[in-house]
């Protein structure tokens, strides 16, 4: 994080220049200035299998180097004018907002701490899928999964057969259902940043959303249910012992988690004049006090949170850190690719535009949620959200209305099929380790796509049919 601070204190050493910079043509650049951007998204998907160890204490420099190869040969080919005020806008518009709220949901999630015994039986682990989906639209895919996992973990730590348990959490509670507010997932959160209203996915996603919650919680609950009721399913002794009744430490964060909400749902409904203009970035004042306020929840969290509820959680920096390297490197290596994508069909990935818009020149809703869905799965869902948003054409108030179904099929593209893969949505790898910390026999990469293959693709074919065509 220091090599960023550091580029952007340049930045703005120079801010007379930058202020002068003109917007990037897209229309101009070479397909070769997306290779920073591809490399970031495959060594993020490839490096963690093949090389585990390095990638673990060397990510940070990866994404620095990823970084730097876009930023210093774009100075160099257009002036340090133009590559600072790109610089800045990534980091003030973009960045900076998204990892301030992943952290405060984070800290605020990791702060609270579910304790006693359940028993894990179907009607339990359905109703704890259920909560927790409605929970993710309001506190995150992240801090409702970090909220839940354990605890469910524990439920059923006297079953053989748990991976499922754990497989269909990520698809619910890691996914599908951060999918009705921009605090539910990072992609909608970006879109909230662009201009999209705080409730808009709710209102015409919502039908997408409750089919698919539906359906999976339904196949999940049949499929615990033979599991349950097979011969020898329980083990002999259960390793968690029983307690007087359920409880919560750490309550106090709840409180804060109606904080961060307020804060969100502040900085869109106030609208003010003023505005500061930072090396022609426009920051508003409503986005600095929410931005402020919720580094102040995350400072509050951590100071009245014991350290006993920390401890009893597992909490640590380790994944926060790691989603925040990673998506500095993503925010600046996407600047040449979401400017040439704002290029349309004259752009070097016209080809692209083509492929999702109908031969009369509007936008087809159905190849919007594929092709969405399809790099959510691979790669992070956040940054695909936003290059297919500017390649619809990036104005929010055309794809609220005009548009609304195409920016519906983006936004559930990009939720929805981010339960594909393991590396489709940040949540998915940090449930997984924690599980296989504790002893879940979890798939493999590829065993994994087989369940979303076999149970995730036919529903999205329904939807399709029934929603996008």
Known sequence: MLRFRGLLLAALCILPELSLAADI??????????????????????????????????????????ALLFLVPFAVAFGPGLAGASLVHALLAEYIPFVILLTALFTVAGGIYIKGNLHGSPGL????????????????????????????????????????????????????????????DPPLFLGFLKGVDFFWTLSHIFPETLFLLGALLGIFYAMDWWYYHKREE?????????????????????????????????????????????????????????????????????????????ESNQFGWGPMQEVAKLFAGIFLTIIPVIAMLKAGVNGPFGAIVSAVTRPDGSPDPAMYFWATGALSSFLDNAPTYLVFFNTAGGDPAVLMTTLAPTLAAISAGAV?????????????????????????PMPSFFGYMLWSGAILVPLFVLITFIWFR
């Open 25 to 66: 043509d897209g229309s101009a650049l070479p397909l070769w200035w997306g290779i920073p951007f591809a490399g970031i998204l495959l060594s993020i998907a490839v490096m963690p299998l093949v090389a585990p160890i390095f990638w673990h204490h060397h990510f940070g420099k990866v994404a620095a180097g990823w």
């Open 416 to 440: 929805f099929m981010g339960a594909n893969t393991y590396i489709g949505n940040a949540p998915n790898l940090m449930v997984k380790a924690i599980a296989e910390d504790r002893g879940v």
């Open 234 to 310: 329980m083990l002999p002794r259960d390793p968690t012992p029983d307690t007087q009744g359920i409880g919560f430490e750490g309550k106090h964060n709840f409180g804060l988690l109606g904080v961060v909400v307020a804060l969100v749902l502040m900085s869109g409904f106030w609208k003010s004049s003023v505005v500061f203009n930072i090396a022609g970035t426009e920051v508003g004042l409503p986005g600095i006090v929410r931005d402020l306020g919720l580094v102040a929840v995350t400072f509050l969290s951590l100071w009245l949170t014991p350290k006993a509820v920390h």
């Open 125 to 184: 682990n359905t109703g704890l899928l259920a909560i927790g989906a409605v929970l993710a639209s309001f506190m995150g895919t992240t801090g409702a999964s970090m909220l839940l996992i354990r605890p469910l973990i524990r439920a059923n730590d006297n079953r053989k057969h748990k991976a499922h348990v754990v497989v269909f959490f990520i698809f619910i509670v890691s996914n599908a259902g951060g999918s009705l507010t921009p605090l539910g």
